[in-house]
């Protein structure tokens, strides 16, 4: 790797960035629906601990109704055992932490998995976690082994981690990767190793250059020149259009520069997290109850499908976002993440118990352009929603 890509990294541990941070108002009656929900949740997880097949993680509804799993090796895999943590966390109940062990077990080996980019989603939702909660230090070899496998993908001359190895593209970047810094970050913390860190830095800023539009959008897929790091084309693949502004993509880059201004405190990160917090709640395709759209360009808005994984996602990010900003737009922002909680713990979002293949939430959208998983529960939708809650009860005041 070229020295002069590299620089020193100051990353702070999140509870010393949230000691400087203002918590929002909180809202009585959202507060009692939270708790009611996350006691919902444990109760639909219950269910789903004996639907599930041992060996393999629950993944979405299939077309016919059914449950669809999946093997460790698809991108969602640590998903279901990270929710599992979170309900443990939320509940105390040893069921949640059991079932989180049993399958981190499948997912344990994909730690030396070098063909993705998606392993802080993979591992630090699910190791993470355990470590957070549990303080058993052995976590910590399995994270630093991810961290060394994901950082395989980065390229010096690109300046970015490789997103795929499928398809005809050279070198995909997808706005997704922002998510998966968060465990480099990490094991720079962890090991004293700068490396680490320098690559999600250098990273998430080639994707700030190269990802956003003027008002702050962001293309789904830029392929690079892999040996002249020249960009070739910028695409989508799940979204609409090209042109077009995939939600579930801003809110996965409103997360990301969010965890990257926390464990970096560069104030360029805030201002990217703000400016894309803004595209998304000025937008004027933006539904009055903050559950966007799948595409906020999409051609058959207001009857276009929502994706409430976007929702999810936005909401956990805004919520976190507003304790690093100003009064004013940090109230904006807890604001809004309130609504969109509201929304997605009303009956149009959650799914009645015992139904749903008892996941938590309906109506996301994984792949319209492919028709895979279209207005079905996913299991990040309830990841990051159970998250949001609990940081809503966390920090609210």
């Known amino acids: 790797m070229k020295k002069n890509l590299f620089f020193t990294v100051l990353l702070l541990p999140a509870f010393i960035m949230q000691s400087y941070a203002q918590a929002g108002k909180a809202d009585k009656a959202l507060l009692a629906k939270a708790d009611a ?6 109760r639909q997880y219950k269910l789903m601990m004996t639907h599930v097949p041992d060996s393999l993680l629950p993944r979405s509804t299939s077309k016919d109704g059914s449950l669809m799993t999946s093997n460790s090796g698809w991108w969602t895999s640590g998903f279901y055992p990270g929710t599992n943590w979170y309900l443990f966390e939320y509940t105390k109940d040893p069921a949640f932490k059991n079932e989180a062990l049993k399958r981190m077990a499948l997912v344990q080996k994909e730690q030396y998995n070098t063909h993705t980019h998606d392993l802080g989603f993979m591992m630090y939702c699910p190791f993470g976690n355990a470590l957070r909660i549990t303080k058993d230090t052995a976590y910590k070899s399995i994270l630093l082994t991810s961290a060394k496998s994901l950082s395989t993908r980065f390229n010096p001359t690109v300046g970015c981690i490789k997103s795929w190895d499928h398809g005809a593209w050279k070198f995909p970047v997808i706005i997704d990767n922002m998510m998966n810094l968060e465990l480099l970050n990490w094991a720079t913390r962890e090991s004293g190793d700068k490396k680490f860190a320098e690559i999600a830095r250098i990273h998430a800023n080639t994707t700030m250059k190269n990802h956003f539009r003027p008002d702050y959008s962001s293309y789904h897929v830029v392929d690079y020149d892999p040996a002249t790091g020249a960009v070739n084309e910028r695409k989508t693949h799940q979204g609409l259009a090209d042109s077009s502004a995939w939600a579930r993509g801003q809110a996965w880059g409103l997360y990301g520069y969010t965890l990257m201004y926390r464990d970096t405190k560069d104030k360029a990160y805030l201002e990217q997290a703000r400016h894309i917090a803004d595209f998304i709640l000025d937008n004027p395709h933006m539904p009055a109850d903050l559950v966007p759209y799948w595409d906020y360009d999409a051609p058959d808005i207001p009857n276009a499908l929502r994706d409430v994984s976007a929702a999810s996602v936005a909401a956990s990010a805004l919520l976190e976002l507003s304790r690093y900003t100003n009064k004013a737009d940090g109230k904006r922002y807890w604001n809004a993440a309130e609504k969109m909680l509201t929304s997605l713990c009303s009956p149009a979002y959650l799914a ?46």
Not at 37 to 42: D, E, G, I, P
């Open 37 to 42: 929900t996350l006691q919902f949740a444990a």
């Open 352 to 397: 009645k118990e015992g139904e749903n293949n008892d996941f938590i939430l309906m109506h996301s959208v994984g792949h319209l352009p492919n028709k895979s998983e279209v207005d079905v529960p996913l299991t990040y939708a309830d990841y990051y929603f159970v998250e949001a809650l609990l940081r809503y009860k966390q920090w609210a005041k």
